[in-house]
């Protein structure tokens, strides 16, 4: 498909509340995101990283606020209409299925959708394994792939719907080098090959400042700073509410 792209950005988020009993999880977060582009969400634990992430997904209906995908209103859909909109996520915590093969785990985000849609992407599923490099392990099962390995896994499950915008949980924490920069590349290459937008939570500053087209950052629920990242990570909020400060 060659469309022309509609103008103005992605997703906007307008004034996001949520709150947990007494927390202000989220306090006023309003934001954008462009088309074709990496930003990096940062902050110190407990500012409402992931509780964004999770607002974003229709995990959580927030209080207050609005966010729109393309000039759709997201909130107040569930996650499975929500994929079908092109959002689609990967978690703080690699989620696979351990005793699926490796192929299987492609195919469960189709599940639910039509057999003439499950037989297109088939062939889909494949190459998104070629693409993050696991295609030798297809038909091994999950469990016996490295820490790694399983969040490649993830990656390449969150590309099988085609999505417009991928949201995604410290992915590189905990992850090996070699992975990493795996992973980096396969970010890359999937907003110049198909497109799409990413929203990636990560303490891993350097890198995020490296790949990202845009950064935000939050501080206790609110958002510190946002705009390039080089100009984000030098502001005296970022750095007094969150650089200095440590991640905890
Ligand atoms: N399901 C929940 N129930 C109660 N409190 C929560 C829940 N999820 C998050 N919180 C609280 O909301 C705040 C933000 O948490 P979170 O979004 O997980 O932060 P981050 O991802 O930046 O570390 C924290 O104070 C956390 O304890
Ligand atoms: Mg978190």
């Given at each position: ?30 934001f954008e995101l462009a088309r074709t ?212």
């Open positions: 498909m060659n469309r022309t792209r509609p103008p103005g950005p992605l997703l906007s988020i307008s004034a996001l509340a949520k709150r947990f009993g007494g927390v202000a999880a989220l306090s006023d977060v309003s582009s990496i930003t990096g969400l940062i902050g110190p634990n407990g500012s409402g990283k992931t509780t964004l992430l999770n607002v974003i997904n229709g995990v959580y209906p927030p209080e207050r606020g609005t966010v729109m995908l393309d000039g759709v209103a997201l909130v107040g859909k569930p996650p499975s209409a929500l994929a079908a909109l092109g959002v689609s996520r990967t978690f703080q915590n690699a989620r696979v299925f351990s005793t699926l093969t490796v192929m299987q785990n492609l195919f469960i985000p189709l599940l639910h959708r039509a057999e003439s849609r499950r037989t297109a992407t088939a062939g889909k599923a494949g190459e998104l394994l070629g693409f993050v490099g696991l295609e030798q392990f297809a038909d091994q099962t999950a469990s016996e792939l490295s820490g790694g390995q399983k969040r490649l896994l993830e990656f390449a499950r969150a590309l099988v719907t085609g999505p417009r915008l991928i949201l995604m949980d410290e992915p590189f924490a905990g992850v090996h080098p070699a992975i990493k920069s795996t992973l980096i590349g396969c970010i890359k290459d999937t907003v110049t090959r198909y497109g799409a937008s990413f929203l990636i939570v990560s303490h891993e500053v350097p890198d995020l400042v490296e790949m990202a087209d845009a950064m935000v950052c939050l501080v206790e629920g609110r958002v510190a700073a946002a705009g390039e990242p080089n100009a984000v990570v030098r502001n005296e909020r970022v750095i007094e509410g969150y650089l200095t400060r440590g991640n905890q």
